[in-house]
Structures are given as structure tokens and as C-alpha cells.
């Protein structure tokens, strides 16, 4: 038994938790797995938001909610384990849309964002003054503290995946939004950009390759570096009737279908997916992808692979290597 003062007698080791505790010194020993687990846990799970379900909701939104009442008009694609902004527990992904001659305002935060292109025509971005036009399968940046808005010209709406990776944030809270004086930041027409990525350019490499099963990342012009130090956006193509190979990594992602359909099977649960259709797979989840037997698949990703890999974080099954920090 001890006693020391004021804190009277400390006798059982439930004692010593309760105890302790009082002074926000908060035992390890009882919670010890929960913060050591025997392997990646994630909080969130496997889920398919389909275009179909999802679509009429946006356009009506388009109609009701007005442009002077809505800064963006995103819905959010959230993990159903989860709250905003978690489509998996490090990648935020959402569907944006613009109507015609409406103008989302001029603003630039902290945050790293792409967009992908689904549908739509006459749209445009405007990032660091220069204006690009949107076409259906663009990857368009925006980087960091980058001035950028968006607008659409022509008849029928403009929609497009956002990726961000807003949920960092929630850990690091540096994140901030600055709004540009007018509704558009000053910005001059571009045909080409260092941050626009054509879905014509990306589906040409895919099919120059001859294998069944192929992944081509976006990258920056000279190839060797990744397009943010957060997020990563690829494509891959599946021949008809073929599958990917079964993953299992520490990163977590989100793919789109941009065509094709298939299935999915994320640890013991399948996903059939159609064009339009996106869907996550959170970090450590065995998946692996199948085409029907009568079409070609491409599937647009985006995950969080540049920081995981830049935090020595990044693993995938099998690997077991060890390396000596000097």
C-alpha cells in the first residue's frame, strides 16, 4: 500500500488508473493495442457510391440551390463510417457541379486539389490566371494557395470528381480559405497547361502497352516526380475478360469508372461498378478488379501515396524489409 498526502490511499492498480487519471496522466498498459495494433486498422470501409443514385441529386441541387447560395456546390462522398470530410480516412472526394453561365468564385486555400472530368462541355478552370477548358476525362491541378475558380458556358451542367486531401487536416489544422475580391480572378485563355492532363494522352499510353492488365501514373512533365507531395492520380486499363492483380498496401484510394464495367472484390465483398460509378478501398483491404467478359475497362484512381511513402509509412503484403536510420 502507498499513501502520499492528499491522494490517500493507492492500493489496487485500478487505483492507480482512476487515480492518475484525475491528472490527465492516463495509463498505456490497458489501451495498449488499441494504439499498437497488430496490423493497419482503418476506420473506414469499402463503399461504392453509384452515378445513377447519385446524379439526379446533383442536378436538382443545380436548379434549387442558386449560385450566390453556394460557394461550391459539391455533394460529398462520405464513408458511411465516418463523417465529412472522410471518403477514406486520409482522401476526400467529392462531385462537383456548375451550371450554365454560373461562375464557383475565386478562392485559394491550403488544401491540394485535382479534379476529373465525367461530364459536361463548355466548362473552364481558371488557376493562377490562366483559363482552361474542361473536357470529359481531364485531370486538371490545383495546387496549393493557387488562385482558381470555375465556370461553364453553353447549355446542360458540368461535372467533375473532386479529390483533396482535406482530411489531413483534421490532424494538422493549418488549413485555410481565402476569397478573391471579384467573382473571377483576372485569368487569360490557354490551350495547353502543366497541369491539365488529357484523357485523350493518357488512354493512348494505356493502350500502347500490350499487356492485359495496365497502370500508368500522372505525373509531371519530366516524369520523375509525383503531381503533389499528398496526392497521387493514375489510370489503368483491363483488357476484356481480365483482372488486375490482388493488392494489398497501406495506402487507401478511390477509383472512378471512367468506362467499361466489372466488379470489384475488396477483402470478402464484391462490387459491380458501371461507367460513372466511384468507389474506395480504405488501406490494407486485399482488392483486386475484373472486366466483363465483353468490354474493356479504365478506371481513374487517385490516392495517398506521395505522403505515405514520404512518412516511411508505406507498405504492401509480403514486404519485409529494414533499413538503418543514420
Known amino acids: 500500500m502507498t499513501t502520499n498526502g492528499t491522494h490517500g490511499k493507492i492500493e489496487t492498480i485500478q487505483d492507480v488508473i482512476d487515480g492518475a487519471s484525475k491528472y490527465n496522466a492516463v495509463p498505456l498498459w490497458p489501451q495498449m493495442v488499441k494504439y499498437n495494433p497488430p496490423q493497419p486498422n482503418p476506420k473506414c470501409v469499402p463503399h461504392i457510391w453509384r452515378y445513377d443514385d447519385v446524379r439526379p441529386y446533383l442536378v436538382r441541387a443545380g436548379e434549387l440551390v442558386k449560385e450566390k447560395d453556394a460557394e461550391r456546390r459539391v455533394l460529398m462522398l462520405i464513408n458511411p463510417r465516418r463523417e465529412g470530410p472522410y471518403t477514406t480516412d486520409t482522401l476526400y472526394a467529392g462531385l ?9 468564385p475565386a478562392h485559394r486555400h491550403t488544401a491540394f486539389a485535382m479534379r476529373f472530368v465525367i461530364e459536361g462541355n463548355g466548362g473552364f478552370t481558371a488557376v493562377h490566371g490562366k483559363r482552361i477548358t474542361m473536357n470529359r476525362g481531364d485531370v486538371i491541378l490545383t495546387p496549393t494557395w493557387n488562385w482558381h475558380d470555375h465556370g461553364k458556358d453553353g447549355s446542360g451542367p458540368m461535372i467533375w470528381l473532386d479529390a483533396l486531401d482535406l482530411p489531413l487536416f483534421q490532424f494538422f489544422p493549418v488549413h485555410f480559405v481565402e476569397h478573391f475580391k471579384e467573382k473571377r480572378y483576372p485569368a487569360i485563355d490557354v490551350g495547353e497547361s502543366p497541369i491539365v492532363f488529357p484523357w485523350a494522352g493518357m488512354k493512348e499510353r494505356l493502350d500502347a502497352d500490350g499487356g492485359k492488365w495496365v497502370v500508368k501514373e500522372y505525373r509531371k512533365a519530366d516524369e520523375s516526380y509525383a503531381v503533389s507531395k499528398t496526392l497521387s492520380p493514375s489510370a489503368e486499363r483491363i483488357s476484356a475478360g481480365n483482372q488486375s492483380s490482388p493488392r494489398r498496401e497501406t495506402t487507401s484510394c478511390v477509383y472512378h469508372v471512367i468506362a467499361g464495367r466489372g466488379r470489384s472484390v475488396i477483402n470478402d465483398q464484391t462490387f459491380e ?7 474506395c478501398v480504405p488501406s490494407w483491404y486485399w482488392y483486386q478488379h475484373f472486366a466483363k467478359s465483353d468490354e474493356t475497362v479504365y478506371l481513374y484512381r487517385f490516392d495517398d501515396k506521395p505522403m505515405i511513402e514520404a512518412l516511411g509509412f508505406y507498405r504492401w503484403e509480403g ?3 529494414e533499413t538503418l536510420v543514420t
Open 96 to 104: 462537383q457541379l456548375v451550371m450554365p453561365h454560373e461562375t464557383a
Open 273 to 279: 461498378w458501371k461507367e460513372g460509378d466511384t468507389f
Open 319 to 321: 514486404m519485409d524489409t
